[in-house]
């Protein structure tokens, strides 16, 4: 069974803090991938990566950043958390081309205060 | 560009009768469709994928999806629905000449009455 397992479940922080938000997966899988769910719109992808030091801005990076140091570990940087970036946080990873699905972390729901 | 439509936030249905969640999408190219649940407190789980071949597709859990093209609809289905079944279903759609990004629906709430 693939595992994707995230850092935290529940994180709070305080406004103006840094947060690092870990993602790993033990499938070998090239492609890594940031999501934040909100109700009513779905999933929107903030970054992805499909190789070591390499990534993609998705379609919300603004205020985030990623690393990738090593395949199997996947970073999601809040620079300086805002009250707008209090969200689900899901990590997903896949193999690479169109056709694999994506197997998804138990995601971190963040507060920011 | 691609793009997926949920248009039911809500879907009521009673246990054992039929269900049906829609989704519509837009493609430029031909479409890789999948579906995906959401159970509460938890991460997506993946149920079933049409990449190409038989337009009705079966997958986990006694869920099955049919692919119309000319109507560009990938509609998931259960002949008999069940409480456990109750969660939230996603939709997602990605290109052939997209590369690996998926555009995921908004979601719709599946709730089955006993």
């Known amino acids: 069974d693939v595992k994707v397992t995230q850092s935290s479940r529940y994180l709070v922080k305080r406004t103006g803090e840094k947060v690092f938000l870990e993602c790993v997966q033990d499938?070998?899988?090239?492609?890594m991938f940031w999501y934040r769910q909100d109700p009513g719109l779905g999933l929107r992808l903030i970054y992805f990566s499909y190789d070591v030091k390499m990534k993609e801005k998705g379609d919300i990076p603004e205020g985030y950043s990623v690393s990738r140091e090593k395949k199997e570990r996947f970073s999601l940087i809040l620079e300086s958390a805002s009250t707008n970036q209090t969200s689900m946080y899901l990590c997903?990873?896949?193999?690479?081309?169109?056709?694999?699905?994506?197997?998804f972390g138990p995601g971190t729901r963040l507060t920011v205060t | 560009a691609q793009s997926v439509a949920q248009p039911e936030d809500q879907v009521n249905v009673a246990e054992g009768n039929p269900l049906t969640v829609k989704c519509t999408y837009s493609?430029?190219?031909?479409?890789?469709l999948f579906w995906y649940v959401q159970y509460p407190n938890r991460g997506l789980q993946f149920l079933l994928k049409?990449?190409?071949?038989?337009?009705l597709v079966k997958g986990s859990y006694g869920f099955e999806a049919e692919f119309n093209k000319s109507q560009t609809s990938f509609h998931l289905k259960k002949p008999s629905a069940l409480v456990s079944d109750s969660a939230l279903y996603f939709c997602a759609v990605r290109d052939d000449n997209a590369g690996n990004m998926l555009t995921f629906g908004g979601g719709t709430r599946l709730m089955v009455k006993p």
């Open positions: 499938m070998d899988h090239e492609n």
């Open positions: 493609v430029s190219g031909n479409p890789y």
């Open positions: 049409y990449i190409t071949g038989d337009n």
């Open positions: 997903a990873s896949s193999f690479r081309g169109s056709s694999y699905e994506q197997y």
